[in-house]
């Protein structure tokens, strides 16, 4: 295992938000350039990433890994989900509970799973990644839009507003994976780049969000401590040995032990802004649990997969 690589990652991640953060105190990105920034991130580049994503050569020897795999990260997301709905009962009441919620539930699978999974199982366990990371996007987009309305008293639940960008996204790359359609190459590369600035962009907002937010209360906040810990130690290890009852192959149990270690998924921020939940401790969540998982991953790896 590189923890090395594993380090490089997480730094860059931190010095995108630091980039954000001083941009925003300098003038350079205001609320209405946030605002702005947010609607492409989830119409254009986060649409492009998802379907470039899913290019990948369709090999029948592996289908059954893929039915395997995609079971696998189902079941993963009930059991974080219901890790998440007990951990209600400790904050009862709070406004926030749903940002909390998402919080646990979704993990930082994109921009820091791949290098990490990378760096701890190999480059063989790329391929294996996407296809477990394909549910993600489909619990973002019905179960995490549910909890960051759960403070809107108007919001109500229906299939069209599962209809969203990100979603077809989805949909449309999984169609021209299993009907092995390879996009032409200007479009493939038009998509890529399109993709390729999403995290990046993210990073940026997150630090401009933080850049509006008392950076002390990220530190003093006891419940974003107890989520934390939920996230990055307690998921992994519910998720192990649930699955190492079951699974012996050391990708199909490392992969998902590695993706549910991850910090809070960096769109947490750009999620709440959009549903005008409280995206300055979504901000808060991704910037803690990404300085805490320095040293949880690592942990994680050693302890459960060496």
Partial sequence: ???????????????????????????????????????????????????????????????????????????????TILIAFLFKFFIKNDTDCGVYQYIIIFSNVGFM?????????????????????????????????????????????SIKSILTPPIIGVLTGLSFFLL?????????????????????????????????????????????????????LVVPSVVYLILSLYIKNPILLGVPVVISAMPAASNTAIMAKTYDANDQLASQAVFLTTLISIVTIPLVSIILLS
């Fill in 113 to 157: 799973g791949y290098p990490v999974i990378r760096a701890v199982l190999g480059e063989e366990a790329i391929f294996f990644t996407a296809i477990f990371n394909l549910p993600f996007n489909f619990f973002v987009f019905t179960v995490g839009t549910y909890l960051l309305n759960k403070h809107n008293s108007e919001y109500t639940f």
């Fill in 180 to 232: 092995r359609i390879k996009l032409p190459l200007p479009i493939f590369n038009t998509l890529n780049m399109l993709g390729s600035i999403t995290t990046p962009l993210s990073m940026l907002v997150i630090g401009g969000l933080l850049a509006n937010s008392p950076i002390k209360e990220t530190f003093i906040n006891k419940k974003l401590y107890m989520v934390s810990l939920i996230r990055l």
């Fill in 1 to 79: 295992m590189d923890f090395n690589n594993i380090f490089i990652q997480i730094t860059v991640l931190f010095l995108l938000i630091l980039v954000g953060y001083i941009s925003s105190i300098k003038g350079l990105l205001n609320k209405p350039t946030i605002t702005g920034l947010t609607k492409l991130i989830m119409t254009l580049f986060l649409p492009s990433m998802i379907i470039c994503a899913m290019q990948m050569d369709f090999n029948p020897n592996l289908v059954n890994d893929i039915i395997s795999l995609i079971i696998i990260s189902i079941l993963m997301y009930f059991t």
